[in-house]
């Protein structure tokens, strides 16, 4: 809670990462270390089947210790759920000591939402535990469903489902989806050398949904970029990636310094991860050596969390 309404005061968003495997808490745990930046580490429902959940959870107090090792004294680190389907698994998490976690029921009827967020809550808060609500609905794949169109939060609706709920932080959908294919090139426009551009985010709604609910946390999900780079880099190596385009960094600039205080990052890591793995693989094809090709997918990663920490959200030396 105070990492957030630091955020929203001060203009900059937390990176909530998401992570599966320990390469990937290295490069999140070294990047937000070496720039003092508080960081969320986040993991999806599946990524808690994929892992073990009990595994999971010994990976993230274990960051905290790594994070200390590196020198940063008072890490401020936060372990969250990302995309709970359930109270079930809310309180599974909650139990096991996470210390914040989202119910998304934003795939639900109005009430239904609240009435399940409501009950996340009140459980949560007996614990000191942070609850994510979300409220309107993503294009794209989310939870495993997929919606076709965005379903853009409704200003009107943002105090009567925060005062209802008690939630502590509100996700909303102003034009972000999750993936690597956030936009049909329909949907884009072309520049001068025939690159798609994305139609811009609904800085409208956020605008009005921050005069609604003044200095309530705000979530931006999806809020991956696809480095073009990245993209290219996969392909040149074997990879089929077709009209991957992603949020502009420049637009995730102007979020953060919002009521914005929590970007989610998942995408980017993935993409940057796997163009660093199809590089050796391509270019040193007799190594068999699972370190030599995730350690390299780790420096990757690093460089990009590094970069949106200190070039897109602002939170470097901010923990
Ligand atoms: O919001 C979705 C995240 O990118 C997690 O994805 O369910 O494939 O782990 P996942
Ligand atoms: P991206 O797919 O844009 O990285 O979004 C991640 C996310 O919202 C995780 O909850
Ligand atoms: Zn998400």
């Known amino acids: 809670r105070e990492m957030f309404a630091k955020a929203v005061k001060v203009g900059y968003a937390i990176p909530a990462f998401n992570f599966n495997n320990m390469e990937q808490l290295q490069a999140i745990v070294s990047g937000a270390s070496e720039n003092k930046s508080p960081v969320i580490l986040q993991v999806s429902t599946g990524s808690r089947e994929n892992a073990h959940p009990i ?62 967020t409501r009950k996340v809550v009140d459980y949560a808060h007996q614990f000191d535990v942070t609850v994510e609500g979300e409220l309107g609905v993503l294009a794209g794949v989310e939870d495993e469903v997929v919606a076709e169109h965005h379903t853009y939060t409704q200003p009107e609706e943002v105090v009567d489902f925060a005062t209802r709920t008690g939630c ?77 385009i992603g949020i502009p960094e420049e637009q995730l600039r102007r979020a953060a310094k919002s009521a914005v205080c929590k970007i989610n990052i998942d995408s980017d890591s993935r993409l940057a991860m796997t163009a660093a793995v199809r590089e050796v ?27 949106k920490i200190e070039e897109v959200l602002g939170s470097a030396g901010k923990a």
């Open 168 to 244: 502590d932080s509100l996700a909303i959908s102003i034009g972000t989806s999750h993936g690597a294919n956030k936009f049909t090139p329909e949907q884009c426009t072309r520049d001068a050398n025939g690159m798609l551009v994305p139609p811009p985010l609904r800085f409208d709604i956020l605008e009005a949904i921050e005069k609604e609910l003044p200095g309530f946390p705000i979530v931006l999900h999806g809020a991956s970029s696809v480095p073009q780079e990245e993209v290219a880099t996969i392909n040149k190596y074997g990879g089929t990636l077709k009209d991957a």
């Open 55 to 116: 595994l999971l959870r010994f990976m993230a107090q274990g960051a905290v210790e790594y994070a200390k090792s590196l020198g940063w004294e008072n890490p401020q680190i936060v372990l969250h759920l990302d995309h709970g389907d359930s109270f079930e698994t809310c309180k599974s998490c909650i139990d096991s000591g996470f210390s914040s976690v989202m119910i998304d029921g934003s795939h639900l009827p109005y009430e239904e939402n609240i009435a399940l």
């Open 281 to 307: 693989f391509a270019t040193k094809p007799a190594e068999f050596d699972p370190r030599k090709y995730m350690g390299p997918a780790r420096e990757n990663a690093k460089k990009l969390y590094k970069h």
